[in-house]
């Protein structure tokens, strides 16, 4: 029996207007005794000590870390380091590879799985990272210290799906399926979930895909290896989306590179407008060092237990005068529906401006099955059938 998956071309994003500030910092909740805290990025983190009410008790590693409430959760991404090469929270593990956590709107998104999956699964439960709310997998590239925790991961919850190269072998998919997952095929940009999307597997010595947030304050990037180049990945993403770059982090792939050779880079990094940066992983010590002096205070530091915030855009159509979804302002897909499927699927998605659209769908082992849509469409929304071939729309007036 064939199961088969679904992956879309075209995808554009415009901007909207989103406010979460933060509130008045209250108390942390319980005193203590003998630690050290650390305030960062709107976060405390209580290291060791003991309670005062139980001055006896010795005091421990434990990192204990305490949120200030915000006035809109919800419109906030957090990009959590899982696994990387340094260590930024003390009591996590480091090792050569990386991972981060993704939290948006409405999902939570897994980017990466490091090497060493029981480095990982430390790291997860010494932050108190609850993976029943994950949602979906991706991988950049088909290297050991991107996806050698991937089945303690779906050992966990395989319940998800993890997008990955077109160019994966065939077993890799079949592993993935073997373990309850669904297997996504990736060689286009595409859009993971709402404000998420992939560059697409960029050809190059090794293929690889990088992530592209939208956010408030511009496009937040994230990349595995880079092995495509990362001032390549950058122009790719401004491709697909025309904004502004506010920041790149991730492994940039610079270990052998000459001070004179990454200077050049930065240089192309300002000229792309990027804001902010957080290098690491395979980008190399003093390579690192170059971008922290180039940027200074907006360089993010990175490292296991690092956590980033940032203000999510909202608003996805326009209202008219009655509160009815109108004119889609913006290239859309959703989930389509089941999936995996046998025999059919629907798959609904919305155009903005007369543009040309194609939609297809692959089975397991990549190879194309039909070309659902291949053709020039006006403004609308459309659901089809991938069984019957048929499509309708509605269309504002």
Request: charged content about 15%.
């Amino acid at each position: 029996m064939k199961k088969l998956f679904l992956f879309v071309v075209v995808f554009i994003c415009l901007q909207f207007n989103a406010l979460a500030q933060w509130t008045t910092k209250s108390p942390m909740p319980t005193a203590r005794t003998g630690l050290s805290t650390s305030a960062v990025n709107g976060k405390i983190y209580a290291i060791g000590g003991s309670l005062t009410a139980l001055p006896s008790v010795t005091p421990t590693n434990i990192v204990e870390e305490y949120t200030p409430e915000l006035e809109s959760q919800a419109e906030q991404t957090t990009i959590t380091i899982l696994y990387d090469n340094t260590v930024y929270i003390p009591g996590t593990e480091s090792k050569w590879g990386f991972a981060c956590l993704i939290k948006v709107i409405e999902k939570t998104i897994l980017f990466d799985t490091g090497w060493n999956s029981q480095i990982l699964l430390g790291n997860i439960d010494f932050l108190g990272v609850n993976l029943d709310s994950l949602d979906q997998i991706v991988i950049s590239h088909n290297h050991p210290d991107h996806t050698g925790g991937l089945d303690s991961v779906l050992g966990r919850k395989s319940e998800v799906s993890v997008y990955f190269g077109a160019s994966y072998p065939a077993y890799f998919g079949q592993n993935i399926l073997d373990k309850g997952a669904t297997p996504i095929l990736v060689d286009r940009p595409i859009e993971i979930c709402e404000h998420v999307f992939s560059t697409g597997e960029l050809l190059g010595a090794v293929n690889e895909q990088s992530l592209i947030l939208d956010t408030e304050k511009g496009l937040v990037i994230i990349t595995g290896c880079s092995h495509t180049g990362i001032v390549n990945i950058l122009n790719e993403a401004k491709q697909i989306h025309n904004k502004n770059i506010y920041l790149v982090l991730g492994g940039f792939h610079l270990l052998n590179y000459s001070d004179a050779a990454v200077n050049q880079i930065i240089e192309e990094f300002r000229a792309l407008g990027v804001e902010k940066c957080g290098a690491t992983h395979c980008t190399g010590e003093r390579q690192i060092t170059l971008f922290k002096e180039a940027y200074g205070e907006n360089y993010v530091p990175m490292g296991v237990g690092q956590v980033i915030q940032v203000s999510m855009i909202t608003t996805d159509v326009i209202e008219s005068d009655e509160g009815e979804s109108q004119i889609p302002n913006r290239f859309k897909i959703d989930q389509n529906y089941p999936n995996p499927f046998n025999p059919s699927t629907t798959i609904n998605y919305s155009v903005p401006k007369l543009s040309f659209v194609s939609i297809k769908t692959y089975d397991v082992l990549g190879s194309e099955v039909a070309a659902l849509v291949n053709e020039e469409k006006v403004v609308g929304t459309y659901e089809i059938n991938s069984k019957c071939g048929g499509e309708t729309m509605s269309r504002p007036n």
